[in-house]
């Protein structure tokens, strides 16, 4: 284990650096294979078309390798919880950490609201009587419980949860070509349902830009290895792993999983009714195909909100140990998981998961818009912080080859991240603005987090006179990182 990762404090109440690079790996992977490749593939296609979905969705997958890339250079040379919300602390402004941090935590903490009441809702499929809240309560409560545990359950129970997601790819992807080719169902398929009507093309560039914006979101959750770098095992060994493996798995995944479909569906008769993983498995003749897509789908919504609580709890103890949250949030238990931050994530998310079940739905949906735009607002602070991090670690005569992992491309990597983050960004409402009228209500709702955001950063900016960071202010002899304990790995 390097010297970093056989840190410091011995003491009873401290981080423990007990994940491995299996559970970082399936942590990235888990992370960004979810609802939006099980139920959202159908609405791309149909709207973009095969060939329209697959070129957006390799944009943002060049977006998604820069940005990770990015983080994986930070997080292997400073691994610590608070992620890119401490590296912005840093290496740009106090007061975008501070910004970045919460911004960060109120994301997951209404993702996890809303993945507990889409679970209760997939919940109906088999069992339409249980009210609701019953399985939100029942799926809420399992999640914490693995999240008070420990860091190591944590990374466990998601190991699992994303190697079911995973499998059921494979086995789509492996059936899909197979039926493609005539293999299975006797006909032999090809591609003609990529010329069918205005395929593979539909609706031009503006359709393409629309699912742009869509697949945006299919892929958050992938930055989660950076938060987890605080609590593996051997970060600078580890996280390189993981991202010299995960990205190029996801982008396969993805794009195999359009093709397939394109191939097999015609685009006209995809959409968001029926998962298209149920439409291709019951091609074939799979017994119970839509309860089996049911419980992947089911799996994939409790891995969202197990992550969810990890990331936005990891979050909340930074920012405490940091002087940017309140220093109860940075209690530990005996087993070195921040159990304030854990509940008071559980608070927020139980009053907004009731919220989306029995209150007015305009502020559930509005919640959920904030959260989304929040992950594009973190995406873009990574590729600004890299950005910052290693135009000062050169101006101060560092020798970049002694990093243990250097991302490509510098700068024109973090400078595409930040371009299309920015478009991505801007681009959340565009189809409420209309020639002849705007519908302020979508407005409001689509760019709801960007005052958020910046009432945070200019509000701790003006009550604390922070400034830029001078590039030679960049102090990389003395870099605090919490404390952690290591914890043998079994």
């Not at 790996?25 to 060939?51: E, H, K, S, Y």
């Not at 019953?134 to 944590?154: E, R």
């Not at 789509?172 to 070509?177: A, D, S, T, V, Y």
């Not at 998981?337 to 989306?356: F, I, K, R």
Request: net charge neutral; with cysteine; glycine share 10%.
């Amino acid at each position: 284990m390097s010297q970093r990762a056989e840190k410091k404090n011995q003491g009873p109440q401290s981080l423990k650096r007990s994940l491995t690079a299996r559970h970082l790996n399936m942590i990235a992977m888990g992370g960004a294979i979810g609802t939006g490749i099980f139920l959202a593939l159908g609405a791309t296609i149909q709207q973009a078309g095969p060939g329209g979905a697959i070129v957006a969705y390799a944009c943002i997958g060049i977006m998604v390798y820069f940005l990770i890339t990015s983080l994986g250079e930070m997080a292997t040379f400073m691994p610590v919880a608070g992620s890119f919300g401490t590296y912005a602390s840093k290496f740009v402004d106090p007061a975008m950490g501070f910004a970045l941090g919460w911004n960060y935590w109120y994301n997951w903490a209404i993702t996890v609201a809303a993945e507990m009441v889409a679970g209760a809702l997939i919940m109906k499929f088999w069992l339409p009587n249980i009210p609701a809240i019953i399985w939100s309560v029942l799926f809420l409560t399992l999640i914490v419980a693995l999240n008070l545990f420990s860091a190591k359950a944590y990374g466990e129970s998601e190991f699992w949860f994303a190697s079911i997601k995973i499998v059921t790819v494979i086995v789509f992807l492996i059936i899909g070509i197979a039926t493609i080719l005539g293999i299975l169902g006797g006909e032999w398929i090809g591609l003609k349902n990529f010329t069918v009507g205005e395929a593979p093309f539909v609706g031009g560039a503006k359709s393409i830009f629309m699912v742009f914006l869509i697949a945006g979101f299919s892929f958050q959750g992938t930055e989660l290895v950076g938060i987890a770098a605080g609590e593996s095992e051997d970060p600078e060994k580890n996280i390189p792993k993981a991202i010299n493996t995960i990205f190029w798995r996801i982008l396969i995944f993805y794009i195999g999983a359009i093709f397939v479909v394109g191939a097999l569906i015609p685009y006209t008769k995809a959409g968001v009714d029926t998962s298209v993983f149920t439409l291709i498995f019951q091609r074939v003749g799979i017994a119970a195909a839509a309860s089996i897509m049911n419980a992947v789908i089911l799996t994939s919504v409790l891995s969202c909100g197990n992550s969810g609580m990890y990331a936005s709890s990891r979050m909340l103890y930074a920012m405490a140990k940091d002087g940017k949250a309140p220093v109860w949030l940075g209690k530990l238990n005996s087993r070195g998981v921040p159990v304030n931050a854990v509940l008071l994530t559980t608070l927020v998310a139980s009053a907004c998961c009731l919220t989306g079940l029995y209150a007015e739905s305009t502020v559930y949906v509005w919640l959920v818009a904030a959260s989304g735009l929040a992950g594009f607002v973190a995406w873009l602070g990574i590729a600004l912080c890299h950005y910052r991090f290693r135009r000062a670690y050169v101006a101060q005569g560092h020798d970049l080859s002694k990093l243990k992992y250097k991302a490509k491309l510098f700068p024109i990597g973090p400078i595409i991240a930040l371009a299309l983050c920015t478009i991505v960004i801007l681009g959340q409402g565009i189809t409420y603005f209309q020639a002849d009228s705007i519908d302020w209500s979508g407005v409001i709702s689509s760019y709801i987090g960007l005052p958020l955001f910046l009432a945070l950063w200019i509000g701790y900016k003006r009550k604390h006179n922070t400034k830029v960071i001078d590039l030679m202010d960049v102090d990389f002899d003395n870099l605090e990182e919490n404390e952690y304990e290591s914890e043998d790995i079994a």
